[in-house]
């Protein structure tokens, strides 16, 4: 053959054949509708992967259909009233291989919807004694009509090539171009033959390799003796009986990857839209989900569950339904717990850091009192603030996790990104306090959610929402990459309400950035605050002793609060008590007389 037939040949859509013919031989021993993984995984061949077994499926409607959420042969709607023995050449005609007659039997029954020890003896003996079929070696059974037929052998005739060739509807064109390899060939030798199906390059009709055998063998070929050690010997017989040698079927293997990404048309996606049908779960079923989120050492996802389990992947007509029945159906489980979105853990899988606020976060609530027995860090109410404290409390920048306002309801559409600064506190354990962003910027259902975050590293983390506790958890690892203290601004995207994309451009909030030095300083007056029981009072005429020209109200918080965690109307109300602090513009000076 010329080197253009043989590209002509050797292409996707013989491939495709090929495949098909791959999963035609695993659904035809099975009489229960099977599903697309598993079929693939009984294929057991390199590159015969989920994706495409879907797509030979789906563009093959003339050999496979579906049946209960699951797949079969085509054959199956063959008309219930045909003779078993015109059933059994559509089973083997449409396969292109002999079967075994069990097997057979087994399709046949499926066929009539009846069961398999009804048939198997009817079909053993069908295809023993009708003329219709011959045995084909340790193979089983195929159609008569694939042999050679050789006229006048039965009386010991030996036919002329022309008469050969009439009698099996061939002509000269279909045999010659197959000649010029066939001086390999060489009666009882298979190897020789592999090697002229090689050297072919493309699939030989096997009524013209029969030919080209009896030519050479013309008394002593035998085609079914032929055909078995063909078959014994490695080869391929396609359907549409063609043969391949080892080396084309390697070639064809190899371009399994772009079958697999062939597109279904409209069409076929309509028809599969109107064939599926949503889906229920049985106790069976949900005892299988349960089980895959007990066994997983990470989230589960409800969308890969309903891929690996039922096979629904994205885009197919129930997938969106379908995905929702799996997570409600969990969501009632008590043996498993949701943790938003698709996401599933074994019940008692949150970590336990997630259930509570860490202990550093927790405010000194102790009351101080003078030598006299009163008590220095007063505490007033809103109305009593100077200034402008009443606003100042407000900030989202002021507030924290454990002292902040009530907050609002969800807003129905939150932004998309966010502007957050990160404080000293929260940069120790990994935490990140809620009231800095909208209502309904994260997801407010369930309780605690687990999230997506990508740092820009281009490492994703998990990390999770607690919408009791008010705070994010697990951004540790980034916040170690951050040189800066308290103040680092960064700010989060979000992508869908599981991902969030987290970027940072060694920005820094003015009001809230403090040196290393100066952190330093605030951590000895912490530890002198502890082993002497200063005031709040105290200490904060510390840090204002140390600011001359006075600072704003965020940037005193963020220092006593590195000192001592301190709520913001605990420091509004010293700032409003005591006379020696008075406010000069936006800035709170102290003043030692």
Wanted: glycine letters at 6%; proline letters at 7%; charged letters at 25%.
């Amino acid at each position: 053959m010329t080197t253009q037939q043989k590209e002509e040949i050797l292409t996707e859509d013989l491939a495709m054949r090929l495949a098909g013919d791959l999963l035609f031989d695993v659904l035809l021993r099975q009489a229960a509708p099977m599903k697309v993984s598993h079929v693939a995984r009984q294929v057991n061949l390199p590159g015969f992967d989920l994706r495409l077994s879907r797509v030979v499926l789906a563009l093959s409607r003339d050999r496979f259909t579906t049946q209960d959420r699951g797949w079969v042969l085509g054959t199956r709607e063959i008309d219930p009233r045909r003779p078993v023995e015109r059933t059994c050449e559509e089973i083997l005609e449409a396969g292109g291989r002999p079967q075994p007659a069990e097997v057979l039997a087994k399709e046949v029954a499926a066929t009539y919807g009846k069961p398999i020890a009804s048939f198997i003896e009817a079909v053993q003996r069908l295809v023993c004694n009708s003329d219709r079929f011959v045995r084909i070696g340790t193979h089983g059974y195929g159609r008569r009509c694939w042999l050679l037929d050789v006229p006048g052998r039965e009386i010991g005739a030996v036919p002329d090539r022309h008469d050969v060739l009439f009698y099996n509807f061939l002509e000269e064109p279909d045999v010659v171009p197959y000649e010029a390899h066939a001086s390999v060939l060489q009666p009882g030798d298979m190897p020789s033959v592999l090697r002229f199906l090689d050297e072919a390059g493309a699939p030989v009709p096997s009524r013209v390799l029969q030919f080209l055998m009896w030519q050479r063998d013309k008394e002593g070929f035998s085609a079914p003796d032929f055909l078995t050690a063909l078959l014994d010997a490695g080869a391929f017989l396609l359907s549409g009986q063609k043969w391949l040698g080892p080396a084309v079927m390697e070639q064809l293997v190899a371009l399994f990857p772009k079958v697999a990404q062939t597109e279904i048309s409209e069409e076929l996606e309509g028809r599969a839209a109107a064939e599926a049908q949503p889906l229920t779960i049985s106790e069976n079923e949900l005892q299988q989900l349960v089980d895959y989120v007990m066994c997983s050492e990470k989230t589960s996802r409800a969308g890969a569950m309903l891929e690996d389990i039922f096979e629904v992947s994205p885009g197919e007509p129930t997938y969106e339904q379908d995905l929702r029945t799996v997570v409600e159906c969990l969501r009632q489980d008590d043996r498993v717990v949701w943790v938003g979105g698709d996401r599933f853990l074994p019940q008692g899988g949150i970590p336990e850091y997630v259930l509570s606020v860490p202990e550093n976060l927790h405010f000194n609530d102790k009351i101080y009192y003078d030598i006299e027995g009163n008590i220095q860090d007063v505490l007033l109410s809103d109305e009593g603030f100077k200034g402008t404290l009443k606003q100042d409390i407000l900030s989202p920048l002021a507030q924290d996790v454990l002292d902040e306002e009530p907050p609002g309801p969800p807003l129905e559409e939150p932004p998309v990104t966010v502007r957050c600064v990160l404080k000293f506190h929260h940069k120790e354990i990994g935490t990140f306090p809620m009231c800095q962003v909208p209502p309904g910027y994260f997801p407010t259902e369930p309780r605690i959610c687990q999230i997506e975050v990508a740092l820009p590293s281009g490492q994703v983390v998990q990390a999770w929402v607690n919408n009791e506790t008010r705070l994010v958890y697990g951004l540790l690892d980034w916040y170690n990459t951050v040189p800066i203290d308290t103040g680092a601004v960064f700010y989060l995207a979000r992508e869908s309400w599981e991902r969030y994309v987290l970027t940072w451009g060694e920005e820094t909030e003015p009001a809230m950035f403090v040196s290393r030095n100066r952190v330093n300083d605030l951590l000895q007056l912490r530890e002198q605050a502890e082993a002497e029981q200063l005031t709040t009072f105290e200490l904060l005429r510390t840090i204002l002793e140390h600011y001359r020209k006075g600072i704003e109200f965020i940037t005193i918080l963020t220092e006593l609060s590195i000192a001592r965690r301190t709520r913001r109307r605990q420091l509004a109300s010293l700032l409003s008590a005591y006379h020696c602090f008075y406010q000069r513009g936006t800035a709170w000076v102290y003043d030692a007389r």
